[in-house]
């Protein structure tokens, strides 16, 4: 396992459409959270969820915004109807939960609003 | 409101000389706290973590200290090599109440002069 994969690495796309970012986690971890930073600012954090579930959401979770994790492996981070303030880099992370509390970052996905 | 504070948004150091980061919290139910290192257009890769029961945990050239009364952590690096420029998170988690999601503070970008 090369660890936390994110798919696509970048994305640009008009003000208005949706678009949906891909993670896949290290096998083993049965947490996987998604968090977004923007220039100058920690990550800050998305949801996340435990195997298949969805625990917790942040305020930040708009209505546009949605995940899934389906069957506890991989999981989707869909936008509706972009705005110019979605551009961050999306950050997805997985962990071993109940074993030991580090969480392993994916590369990221740049989306570029314009 | 900000529950982890990175007050120094950079710092210059020389090569072979110790690099001390610095960080903050607000948070007394705050029990486990992590550093990660980023690289530009990359996730953040963990470092070194501890747990509120210990005072120092070392990893190589990188030691975490914690004193919980002031609710004040750092990074020491010792020594410096230019490969450690990068910007650096501290983050928090309240383990012991099962919150899942990692709250980071702003980071710190680190640059080592040869």
């Known amino acids: 396992d090369t660890g936390v994969s994110q798919d696509p690495r970048h994305k640009i796309t008009k003000r208005g459409q949706n678009v949906t970012f891909r993670c896949d986690p290290i096998s083993e971890h049965n947490r996987l959270y998604w968090y977004r930073q923007t220039l100058g600012q920690g990550p800050e954090f998305l949801t996340y969820?435990?195997?298949?579930?969805?625990?917790?959401k942040s305020r930040l979770l708009s209505d546009r915004f949605s995940a899934e994790r389906p069957k506890g492996s991989f999981s989707t981070l869909e936008i509706q109807r972009t705005e110019q303030g979605d551009s961050a880099m999306y950050l997805c992370?997985?962990?071993?939960?109940?074993?030991?509390?580090?969480?392993?970052f994916g590369q990221g996905t740049r989306l570029t609003v314009v | 409101d900000q529950q982890v504070k990175q007050n120094s948004p950079s710092l210059s150091v020389q090569e072979g000389r110790i690099s001390i980061l610095n960080c903050d919290y607000t948070?007394?139910?705050?029990?486990?706290f992590l550093w990660y290192k980023k690289y530009p257009a990359e996730g953040p890769t963990f470092l070194i973590s501890?747990?509120?029961?210990?005072d120092k945990n070392e990893d190589g050239r990188f030691t975490v200290f914690l004193n919980k009364s002031a609710k004040h952590l750092s990074l020491h690096i010792v020594p410096s090599q230019p490969g450690d420029s990068a910007v650096y998170f501290c983050?928090?988690?309240?383990?012991?109440?099962?919150?899942?999601?990692?709250?980071f503070g702003k980071g710190t970008k680190l640059s080592v002069k040869p």
């Open positions: 948070n007394s139910m705050f029990d486990y």
């Open positions: 501890i747990s509120s029961i210990k």
């Open positions: 983050a928090a988690l309240n383990y012991g109440g099962s919150q899942g999601n990692l709250i």
């Open positions: 992370a997985s962990s071993p939960w109940g074993r030991n509390t580090e969480a392993f």
């Open positions: 969820f435990q195997n298949e579930a969805q625990l917790e």
